[in-house]
């Protein structure tokens, strides 16, 4: 027998998507008054109706017959395009969320375009009101099914596509149930990361050219973007300029770049996607087990696996579970927030304090937020769609459109279409439009849309003759058509997505700022599931400053395990001191009792079985009243005392009044002092095994003392993110005077000198500008804000030959330079030497 013989042959029978099968419950049924031998289809229609007398009281008489007539549409479409099951399926996990009090989103992607999920719940955005088209969700033009001895299987690449928000804490809870509802027919989904071109040059240029992470950051800078979207390795090569001239004198690291580009880098897990299966997973794609063991993912990544199952996209969004717990705690819902309301956009107008407002809080869209200003939703949605790479090139179109300022039209025929949105066709939405107001359908309009959109050069051939014979009257019309379709496919974005998170973005605004204290509540008690936390709190203490809410420091007694509300401010929870787990809770519950002197504290904390490094953490952050003035002394005197035994313990608590619980002068009392019948308390051998085993806590102890105000400045700012005792500034004026804080140069004119002490935020940026010029680029952040940081050529030298170097994370500095706009560029940065020591591996360093 050969080898190939010893195979039997395998017959997949893959003819697309099959649907998981389940059934409607009879309880289900009973709810919304049907009968209980109703099929999935009526079921379906029954929720819609249901649905449609919901929503009858919000829309005005002469309106709906518009939405009945999209309500028969988009069920027609459905019901012959075989999605029906599908889309129960995704009403089936919302609405175990509804029945488990687990909040979801208020709709994402093009699925909120579709009526029929906006009256059955999935989503919460009615698309008739803000224009969005089902067309854009599923084409029957597009979508294929094929039936197959019976049964249907569906083209899972023209599936319809629906991804759901979930609570970001009970996110497994509804993976959970899933699992069980469809027992051994789901999985995770596998991905696969690839060598990309600036990765590739980095890595290259460290291990064959042996260069540094700087100089390979620098050369990776001037391989060129196009919209966003680093270009191909080759293509930036014959470009010329820089990138070139240094490639040709690197050839070995450029062809070994060549040899490696798109390569697999790694392979890893879809954060969000879940794999549904009609069979048995293992039936239709290998699986492995993930590298926790605790499940099952795909051995196919994500283009492979929905050719033949379902992938649903299960998000845990931060958002959707600060909202949810604001909105409990201060009793209203969801649905009483008005969207419309002037209130919420009066607070865009000259925004200082993004953190914690959806979509809005990151960089580029804060910054095209502060231009655009959105005074209603309409123009909040553009900010979203707006702030990506390509469309930002239309921010101060946008801008001066809605503050007022004419625009020059494309073309009269397409004003009405385009005049939203300055002459700008930003939303793919408007692409159909003008398609669909040339003559074609709104299937037609979207395939138009697709086929240009992906470049399919042949495809696109045919829809250009098209559109020139529904043009030939207006030929000037269908070329700005076609001229719009191609320039736009970089960078116009999908509107039921962005009304969708722009609504979202809404209520984040709304709820910050008439409920601040709440909000703020609800982001520190979300940051112990961030991957940085201690990061994520220091950005909310900064702001919080701004509503006059204090966070108050953590304490033994007063704090609970979690961020509270006390009085007008919020108090810091225990287990979010960096160090302490969620395992320790029980034990800190049992230690959370008044000790009178620092030998209970210490054996208190023993009893309660806290580590000592628990301990010390608990000390460092200041969580003790009376102990804010030595901290690192504390710290070495808890070491100490661990290292004693039971009885030295007893006979160091009888000395600890006479010596003001001074440990060390009572270690050394106990070393002279005789007992009733003479003998040394601690005897000489033991005494210098006491020394030998706490000299190492002794040393870390005088390295520290030498500045005590600095020591406890960095215990708090590593274990809690923000500082509540002296910030930088103060500590550092002794030697120097006229520092700023950041908060102090954000109100400063452009042109002023500026002199600041801060922390950088993150890695140090290195580039080079379009003029050739090297620079640096940090974020520098003190107790009150952050401020951008740039250091061109020379200056750069100077800053890496003096002052320490170039500055690195976590690095304090000195910055003094010239403000202009929202940044400051450096004429000068020091580095500041000050070290403090908390781990023994430290010394040895």
């Known amino acids: 027998m050969n080898f190939l013989e010893q195979f039997e042959e395998l017959e997949l029978n893959l003819h697309g998507v099959r649907l998981p099968s389940f059934e409607i419950s009879n309880e289900q049924k009973r709810k919304i008054l049907v009968s209980e031998s109703v099929n999935n289809k009526e079921f379906l229609r029954a929720l819609c109706d249901q649905g449609m007398q919901g929503i009858g009281g919000n829309i005005h008489k002469k309106h709906k017959p518009q939405y009945e007539r999209r309500l028969e549409r988009e069920f027609k479409t459905v019901e012959e395009l075989g999605f029906v099951d599908y889309l129960l399926l995704v009403w089936d996990v919302i609405n175990f969320c ?4 687990i909040p979801t989103g208020i709709g994402r992607g093009s699925a909120a375009g579709s009526l029929i999920l906006y009256l059955i719940g999935v989503t919460k955005i009615d698309p008739l009101k803000y224009g969005l088209f089902f067309e854009r969700f599923i084409s029957k033009i597009r979508a294929k099914k094929t039936i197959v001895d019976g049964i249907t299987y569906l083209d899972g690449s023209l599936m319809m596509d629906v991804d759901l928000d979930i609570c970001y804490y ?3 809870k509804v993976l959970d149930y899933l699992e069980e509802k469809f027992k051994g027919k789901t999985s995770k989904i596998l991905t696969l990361n690839t060598l990309s071109t600036k990765l590739l040059i980095k890595e290259c240029g460290k291990v064959v050219a042996q260069m540094s992470e700087q100089e390979v950051n620098k050369i990776s800078s001037l391989i060129s973007k196009v919209y966003g979207q680093v270009k191909d390795l080759e293509e930036s090569y014959d470009e010329g300029g820089e990138f070139k001239d240094w490639c040709d004198e690197n050839q070995e690291v450029y062809n070994i770049a060549l040899k490696l580009r798109s390569l697999n880098k790694n392979k890893g897990v879809h954060p969000s996607a879940v794999s549904l299966s009609y069979h048995d997973t293992t039936d239709s794609c290998p699986t492995e087990i993930t590298s926790d063991k605790k499940s099952f993912v795909s051995s196919y990544d994500m283009n492979w696996v929905s050719i033949f199952n379902v992938k649903l996209d299960i998000l845990g969004l931060r958002a959707v579970s600060v909202v949810n717990d604001v909105c409990k705690n201060v009793g209203i819902s969801i649905d009483d927030i008005d969207l419309t309301s002037p209130e919420i956009f009066q607070n865009l107008q000259d925004l200082r304090t993004p953190h914690g407002l959806f979509q809005i809080e990151a960089e580029t869209n804060y910054r095209v937020c502060q231009k655009v200003k959105p005074k209603n939703l309409e123009e909040l949605s553009a900010v979203l769609a707006l702030a990506r790479p390509g469309a930002l090139q239309f921010v101060d179109q946008y801008a001066a459109y809605v503050n007022g300022e004419e625009y020059e039209t494309v073309h009269p025929f397409f004003d009405d279409i385009l005049s939203s949105t300055g002459g700008v066709a930003l939303y793919q ?10 003559g074609f359908s709104l299937d037609e309009a979207e ?11 042949k495809e696109a051939k045919k829809w250009k003759k098209k559109i020139e014979t529904k043009t030939k009257n207006e030929p000037e019309v269908g070329d700005i058509l076609w001229k719009i379709l191609e320039d736009s496919a970089n960078y116009s974005f999908n509107k039921s997505h962005s009304i969708s ?6 209520i984040t605004i709304y709820l910050k700022f008439k409920y601040p204290k709440q909000f703020f509540l609800s982001l520190l008690k979300m940051t112990r599931h961030e991957p940085d936390p201690i990061s994520e709190i220091s950005k909310i203490q900064k702001e919080m400053s701004y509503f006059d809410i204090k966070l108050l420091p953590p304490h033994i007694i007063k704090s609970e395990m979690d961020f509270n509300v006390e009085g007008e401010d919020i108090r810091f929870g225990l287990l979010s001191i960096k160090g302490i787990s969620d395992k320790s809770i029980e034990k800190l519950d049992s230690f959370k009792t008044e000790y009178s002197n620092k030998f209970e504290v210490f054996e208190g904390a023993k009893e309660s079985g806290l580590t000592i490094g628990i301990l010390s953490a608990l000390i ?13 002394k504390i710290v070495y005197e808890a070491q100490l005392w661990n290292i004693l035994t039971k009885k030295e313990k007893l006979l160091a608590m009888g000395y600890s009044k006479q010596f003001d619980f001074d440990l060390v002068q009572v270690v050394k009392k106990l070393s002279e002092a005789k007992d009733d019948k003479g003998k040394l308390h601690i005897k000489e051998t033991r005494f210098n095994t006491i020394k030998r085993k706490s000299e190492p806590y002794k040393e870390i102890y005088k390295k520290n003392k030498i500045s005590e105000q600095f020591a406890n400045w960095f215990y708090e700012k590593t274990l809690l993110g923000y500082t509540h005792n002296k910030n930088l500034r103060d500590i550092f004026s002794e030697k120097r005077t006229g520092f700023m804080s950041v908060r102090e140069i954000e109100d400063l004119p452009v042109d002023s000198r500026v002199l600041f002490i801060g922390t950088v935020q993150e890695k140090p940026y290195f580039a080079s500008s379009k003029n050739g010029n090297n620079y640096m680029k940090l974020f520098v952040d003190d107790e009150t804000a952050t401020m951008k940081t740039m250091i061109f050529s020379k200056r750069l030298e100077q800053c890496e030959q003096t002052n320490n170097g170039f500055p690195e994370e976590a690095n304090i500095v000195i910055v003094k330079g010239v403000k202009k706009d929202e940044v400051v560029f450096a004429d000068q940065i020091s ?6 020591y908390t781990k023994l591996s430290e010394l040895k360093e």
């Not at 395939?447 to 050069?457: C, E, Q, S």
């Open 98 to 101: 509804k029945q488990n009090d």
């Open 170 to 172: 009970n996110r497994q």
């Open 429 to 438: 939405e408007q692409l159909m439009q003008m398609a669909n107001k040339v």
């Open 447 to 457: 395939m138009l849309r697709r086929i240009v959109g992906k470049k399919k050069v």
């Open 501 to 506: 998170y722009g609504a979202l973005c809404a």
């Open 620 to 632: 460092q952050a200041g969580t003790f009243e009376g102990f804010k003035k030595s901290r690192t």
């Open 831 to 836: 580095v500041q030497s000050n070290k403090i």
